[in-house]
């Protein structure tokens, strides 16, 4: 069965930096698009970036736009989420996930998703 597991969640004070890694197993990489997502307590899931299957087609959400980058290494089966100059307002449990559809570029929606990893907490201190 598919499996994505995240990792490199942690605390940083604003201004910091992270990098969020995802690893799948189980369905062939190269061939479907990755997203992440967050959720802070209290509030709904929020999309907040996707690379396409080809890694051509790259989309973030307003909020992270500029201090965010995806990326994926197909030959390792991960995708990476590189997070500069965090703010407070970025503390949530971060999601990877993985899409129904092959050769997708990547949505928006969680309901475009299929498959999620368990989350990977990221705390930004003020």
């Known amino acids: 069965q598919v499996q994505l597991v995240e990792s490199g969640g942690g605390l940083v004070q604003a201004g910091g930096s992270l990098r969020l890694s995802c690893v799948a197993s189980g369905r062939l990489f190269n061939r479907y698009a990755m997203g992440w997502f967050r959720q802070a307590p209290g509030k709904e899931r929020e999309f907040v970036a996707a690379i396409g299957w080809s890694g051509v087609t790259i989309k973030y959400a307003d909020s992270v736009k500029g201090r965010f980058t995806i990326s994926r290494d197909n030959a390792k089966k991960t995708v990476y989420l590189q997070m500069n100059s965090l703010k407070p307002e970025d503390t949530a449990v971060y999601y990877c996930?993985?899409?129904?559809?092959?050769?997708?570029?990547?949505?928006?929606?969680?309901?475009?998703?299929?498959?999620w990893g368990q989350g990977t907490q990221v705390t930004v201190s003020s």
């Open positions: 996930a993985s899409p129904t559809r092959m050769y997708s570029s990547g949505g928006s929606t969680a309901n475009e998703y299929e498959y």
